[in-house]
């Protein structure tokens, strides 16, 4: 199974080129049971990841446009009277998917962007006093454009928090940007893509993530930058144990994806920028908060009583 996540890999290459570090993070933060928000200017590619993923997974797919005058009912869901029987008929949102790509999130207002904070964190909605399970599994993948744009409603912390990783997918490189120009709309071939792992599978797989085992070096040194965020200089607030946890899921998911079933400080470098900038920092997710993290990864000793190279 671990070749078919090569080959999930390969076939979402097709429609988003030139991003395979990208599309292994999006894969290992739904590995490692978690959400993603890419953050990036309109046309970059967003829907097409999300859309893309849920083929080559095999899974549901709902894909909702956040604007201003949309009501959490929108997306959990409405109970309607129905006069035949006299009773409230239950009309399901869009949440109960298993990937929700969550359009714009950030150009709706608070309270609707709140309607999805039980479903990513309990995996559950909550209507007129029942308790209603989402399907599994249930990954969302939200977007939201840059928050000096117009019309934008930033995301408070604790949605922030939500959000195992927050990524942008940058401008393609000139090669990339060519096999647009000659090809097409890569988005047209999205149906065509095949599916490389179904959710019996992708249970499996998650279950072997959370089995991977840490060493106690690589604990000290997973301590050692959770230390660096709380008591130096260059961050507003250091992570929090549930943000230090999802760093090493996610370092976990991370080397599995690479092949590996063991984890190296590597691992942890490699996700922490997308893991820890949105929990650390307010700042813009392609500015300063990837400055410090990269500064951070410096300067933390790999070995402790080491200098880094």
């Keep these: 199974m671990r070749d078919n996540i090569n080959k999930a890999c390969r076939e979402i290459g097709k429609v988003l080129l030139g991003k395979e570090h990208e599309v292994k993070l999006a894969l290992a933060c739904l590995l490692a049971g978690g959400h993603l928000l890419i953050e990036d200017l309109p046309g970059m590619g967003k829907t097409t990841?999300?859309?893309?993923?849920?083929?080559?997974?095999?899974?549901d797919y709902q894909r909702v446009q956040f604007t201003s005058d949309m009501l959490p009912a929108d997306i959990i869901g409405v109970s309607i009277f129905d006069a035949a029987s006299?009773?409230?008929?239950?009309?399901?949102?869009?949440?109960?998917?298993?990937?929700l790509l969550a359009d714009e999130i950030n150009r709706t207002t608070p309270k609707t962007q709140s309607?999805?904070?039980?479903?990513?964190?309990?995996?559950?909605?909550?209507?007129?006093?029942?308790?209603?399970?989402?399907?599994?599994?249930?990954?969302?993948?939200?977007?939201?454009?840059?928050?000096?744009?117009?019309?934008?409603?930033?995301?408070?912390?604790?949605?922030?928090?939500?959000?195992?990783?927050?990524i942008s997918l940058g401008y393609p490189s000139a090669e990339a940007e060519r096999l647009i120009f000659l090809g097409g709309d890569p988005r047209r071939h999205i149906p065509e893509l095949t599916?490389?792992?179904?959710?019996?599978?992708?249970?499996?797989?998650?279950?072997?993530?959370?089995?991977?085992?840490?060493?106690?070096?690589?604990i000290d040194y997973l301590q050692r930058l959770v230390h660096a965020t709380r008591y130096e200089q260059g961050f507003t607030h250091g992570l929090s144990p549930r943000g230090a946890l999802a760093l090493l899921q996610a370092a976990k998911a991370w080397a599995f994806v690479e092949g590996r079933d063991y984890v190296i400080p590597d691992d942890l470098q490699a996700v922490a920028p997308a893991v820890i900038a949105h929990r650390v920092s307010g700042a813009d997710v392609t500015g300063g908060s990837?400055?410090?993290?990269?500064?951070?990864?410096?300067?933390?000793?790999?070995?402790?009583?080491?200098?880094?190279?």
Excluded: W, Y
């Design 86 to 99: 006299s009773q409230f008929t239950f009309h399901p949102g869009p949440v109960f998917t298993q990937v």
């Design 115 to 166: 309607a999805l904070l039980e479903a990513m964190e309990e995996q559950q909605v909550s209507i007129d006093g029942e308790t209603r399970p989402l399907p599994q599994p249930f990954f969302v993948i939200a977007t939201q454009n840059p928050e000096s744009q117009m019309g934008t409603f930033a995301l408070p912390e604790s949605q922030l928090d939500r959000f195992l990783m927050r």
């Design 49 to 59: 990841l999300a859309h893309a993923l849920a083929k080559v997974l095999g899974l």
């Design 290 to 309: 990837q400055r410090i993290i990269a500064e951070l990864l410096e300067r933390v000793e790999v070995v402790a009583g080491s200098a880094n190279i």
């Design 195 to 218: 599916r490389c792992i179904n959710v019996e599978q992708l249970a499996e797989l998650k279950q072997q993530v959370r089995a991977l085992k840490a060493s106690d070096s690589l």
